[in-house]
């Protein structure tokens, strides 16, 4: 799979080191985007693994490459997007509560697309750890749980800035919707994480 330019394809350290760094981003959405990006390339290698058990495997397993692909490029994507937020809150000059309302729906886009496909990925992650291979099961409870902190997270990220544009609450009642999504995803494979790792 070949990824764009930019904070995708940084070394593990280099992303660290730039989260680490004093600088506004990437920042938490970054590490959502990457989050879900990890827990997806977790399903497929599951997945690749569950061929016996799952007839629709190889479906599966490019199902959680193509999502991988459409959520880590949402890491620059956030950067780009809490930028021109700074921007709008910096902005006094006539009009400025109109341009921060828009930028504020702009950084709402990007971690509720990150809830979206964070939540794909659970529902993968649910159907792989209960009818995939069972050696795979603690690949697939991190996946999971991954999913659920980047969901959370993002959708908290959400709420943020729909409070600080005075926005309707379409985009939070949406990445809530996908933070459920994820926590049923959790529940279903909960059992799983309480039994020993058995690869």
Do not use: W
Not at 30 to 36: G, H, I, S, Y
Not at 51 to 78: C, F, H, I, K, N
């Amino acid at each position: 799979m070949n990824e764009p330019a930019g904070l995708p394809s940084a070394t593990v350290r280099g992303f660290l080191d730039q989260v680490a760094a004093r600088t506004p981003a990437p920042g938490g959405g970054a590490a959502c985007a990457v989050a879900a990006g990890t827990a997806a390339a977790l399903v497929a290698m599951a997945a690749r693994f569950s061929t016996r058990q799952l007839p629709d495997a190889a479906r599966v397993a490019a199902s959680a490459d193509d999502l991988r692909g459409e959520v880590l490029p949402l890491a620059d994507a956030d950067a780009e997007a809490y930028g021109k937020l700074l921007a709008a809150f910096r902005d006094k000059e006539p009009g400025h509560r109109d341009r921060l309302a828009d930028a504020c729906r702009g950084a709402c886009d990007v971690p509720l697309r990150i809830a979206g496909v964070a939540a794909a990925v659970a529902e993968l992650a649910a159907r792989v750890g209960t009818d995939g291979n069972s050696s795979l099961h603690g690949d697939v409870y991190t996946a999971v749980m991954l999913c659920s902190s980047a969901a959370e997270s993002a959708a908290a990220l959400v709420r943020i800035n729909v409070r600080a544009g005075g926005l309707d609450d379409g985009p939070q009642r949406t990445a809530d919707g996908h933070a459920l999504t994820v926590a049923e995803a959790v529940e279903a494979l909960r059992p799983i994480g309480h039994r020993g790792r058995d690869r």
